[in-house]
């Protein structure tokens, strides 16, 4: 597994790191810490790294974090991997360096510049990310302070899972919600993977539309639950009417994960008619997983 | 072995999918694949031959990931192991490496993910 971190300096890039250190405990994933800065041009097309800029800051307190939970000797994000490498200076100067890498997983650190949602999915693009994870506001905006879009642009256009951390409270609930009826593999073993990690319960609501359910999500839903069935992991299953789905995610739903497969022809486009995911994920009160 | 023989892998997964999804991205990149989903039928298959790495699940009906790996282990101590799992723990990750595991990688993965590890471990395997 591969996560992408994005932060900036704020208590709620801070908070979402907690959710990616508990997730690299146990997957010991591939993990990386990204944060973006405004783009900006040098002279002689050189990109200079303020280094006294709070984000640049943050990611290394976030790094060393991560390492103080995680490097441990017996971790595998230990450095203790001795090697050099070429770094590229500029264009065609290189130089070679003695780096330290972990012993048996890496955690990279980057930055970036330009626009915080574009480069965030490049990075998660070129990395072959499977889940970026970042924290926001809690309010309905669910922004970043530097960049109130981020997020949610984000958790709308990604190509892989997407995990918005709202609050640093345990997950003791996986609310998994279908409309539809293609869900991919892999999102199957993200929940897999998050319910056993957090030792959550399961339950997966249906939605329906003025009390009609589409057969074929309706027998998806029992698809599904038989395979987490089959698994050795309890499931409920329920439907839920559309029309009364906002007042549920807009209330605080404790410790419960919000986890939605999203597609082009979710029912939630009902609700939520233009950039659907966008508008749910900002009204969603706990965290939000968005699941592809 | 001659350096222009296929690397062999063992693929073991009790979800059809997984194998089906694997094994032609496998094949693609050069590998002599066979690809089981009942253990037991693997475990036989590594009486008759050694593969140079073997790819299992952890949780499976019957013999587990677990001890699939450790078998392997004592048939065929030179055979790369990689493990893959959607129910991680830092608790199996552990054990798993105590056991001999070449690398531990948690569902979901992309196929770039498993082929660059599946490389490292013929790497190690066949060193040049």
């Avoid at chain 1, 609700?271 to 699941?291: A, H």
């Avoid at chain 2, 392997?72 to 830092?90: D, L, S, Y």
Wanted: proline letters at 3%; aromatic letters at 6%.
């Amino acid at each position: 597994m591969r996560i992408l971190f994005a932060g900036d300096e704020h208590p709620y890039s801070a908070q979402a790191l907690k959710k990616v250190i508990e997730l690299a405990r146990h997957t010991w994933a591939d993990v990386t810490l990204l944060s973006v800065l405004p783009a900006q041009a040098s002279a002689q097309g050189e990109f200079l790294l303020p280094t006294q800029d709070l984000r640049v800051q943050a990611l290394r307190r976030y790094r060393e974090e991560f390492l103080e939970n995680l490097g441990s000797s017996d971790s595998p994000y230990a450095l203790e991997r001795w090697g050099h490498e070429w770094i590229p200076l500029r264009n065609g100067i290189w130089e070679e360096i003695k780096v330290c890498r972990g012993v048996k997983k890496d955690v990279k650190v980057r930055i970036r510049s330009g626009n915080a949602d574009t480069e965030i999915l490049n990075e998660a693009e070129k990395d072959g990310s499977d889940l970026i994870v970042l924290g926001c506001g809690k309010g309905g905006q669910c922004g970043w302070e530097s960049s109130a879009a981020a997020p949610r642009k984000v958790a709308g256009n990604a190509a892989c899972s997407v995990l918005l951390a709202k609050e640093d409270k345990p997950i003791r609930r996986i609310l998994a919600c279908i409309d539809q009826i293609s869900v991919s593999q892999e999102s199957l073993e993200m929940i897999n993977q998050l319910v056993t990690i957090h030792d959550a319960q399961l339950e997966l609501i249906g939605l329906t539309h003025d009390g009609a359910a589409k057969s074929e999500a309706y027998t998806r839903l029992i698809q599904i639950g038989d395979y987490y069935s089959d698994k050795g992991i309890p499931v409920k299953t329920r439907l839920a009417e559309l029309s009364k789905f906002e007042a549920v995610i807009s209330t605080d739903t404790g410790q419960d994960l919000l986890a939605f497969w999203m597609g082009k022809k979710s029912l939630l486009t009902l609700l939520f008619p233009r950039d659907w995911v966008e508008r749910f994920v900002g009204v969603c009160q706990s965290s939000v997983l968005v699941l592809r | 072995m001659t350096s222009d023989q296929k690397t062999t892998v063992l693929l073991l997964d009790d979800e059809p999918i997984v194998c089906k999804r694997l094994k032609p991205s496998l094949e693609k990149a050069g590998y002599d694949v066979e690809a089981f989903t009942k253990s037991r039928e693997a475990m036989h298959r590594l009486t008759e031959k050694e593969f140079d790495i073997a790819i299992t699940d952890l949780k499976m009906d019957g013999m587990d990931g677990m001890a699939f790996l450790t078998e392997v282990k004592k048939r065929h101590p030179a055979t790369e192991v990689i493990v893959i799992t959607g129910f991680a723990t830092m608790e199996t990750a552990k054990e798993s490496y105590q056991k001999g595991v070449f690398d531990f990688v948690a569902k979901p993965f992309k196929l770039g993910e498993i082929l660059e590890v599946v490389k490292k471990a013929e790497a190690k395997h066949r060193p040049s």
